[in-house]
Structures are given as structure tokens and as C-alpha cells.
């Protein structure tokens, strides 16, 4: 099974050995999405909401690149840092899914970055479209 690398224009190099998105047979498989800046460093600190909204947009350019949209996710495993932004997080996370939502979990824990309070990674059928 040959597998693509998804990169959207503009991306900079990732802290880590890992590309933005992956796609094999029709399947994107977005890795997990910080809310960071085109050099890495955190952006919207203290607001759960702005960075979540920045990790989904993120997440959603990626899977545009591979040629298809939000509607195409299937599940998502989402990583807070505080449980205290559960609502904010859910709230943004909404605005993206607004129809039928994908399968997805939430655990709390630590993120790479102390500022960074959300990390989302997804899994998009887009079918062969890239």
C-alpha cells in the first residue's frame, strides 16, 4: 500500500520527525496539531478557544490538501491540558461539525509545549482525490 505524504504550501518543518498528514487507499491520517506558529511557537496563549480554532483550521488545510474537507472526518482524538477548557474546546470544535459528528475521544494531559493547551489528531476519508 503506497503512502503520500500530505503537506500543505507554507508548512515549516515540524519539531519532530513526522509530515502533517498521510495518505494511503483514500485515508488521511493528520498528525497531532499544536497550535503553533509557522516557526513553532505557541500561539494564542491562555485561550483555549483561539488555539482551537487554530489546531482545527490547521487540521482542515491539511485535508484540503489531500482533497477533501471537514466532512470527510471520521475521528478525532483530541488532548487538553485542563480539563477546565473542555467547553471551550467543544464550542470551537462544533463550529467545524456542525452535521453528522465523527467517532472521537478527549483525555487530559501534558502537551509538548507548557503554553499549548490542545492537541487534535484526525482521520479524513477522502477517498483518491490528491
Not at 108 to 113: D, E, H, M, R, S
Amino acid at each position: 500500500m503506497p503512502k503520500q505524504a500530505i503537506i500543505p504550501a507554507g508548512t515549516t518543518t515540524p519539531i519532530a520527525p513526522f509530515v502533517p498528514g498521510t495518505m494511503a487507499d483514500g485515508i488521511v491520517y493528520v498528525s497531532g496539531t499544536l497550535p503553533f506558529d509557522k516557526d513553532n511557537n505557541v500561539v494564542h496563549v491562555g485561550d483555549a478557544s483561539a488555539q482551537t480554532r487554530h489546531v482545527l483550521e490547521t487540521i482542515q488545510n491539511v485535508i484540503a490538501t489531500a482533497g477533501g474537507t471537514m466532512d470527510d472526518v471520521t475521528f478525532n482524538m483530541i488532548m487538553i491540558k485542563d480539563w477546565a477548557d473542555y467547553a471551550k474546546v467543544n464550542a470551537v470544535y462544533a463550529e467545524f461539525f456542525p452535521g453528522t459528528k465523527p467517532a472521537r475521544y478527549c483525555i487530559q494531559c501534558g502537551l509538548v509545549k507548557p503554553d499549548a493547551l490542545v492537541e487534535i489528531a484526525s482521520i479524513a476519508h477522502v477517498g483518491n482525490k490528491a
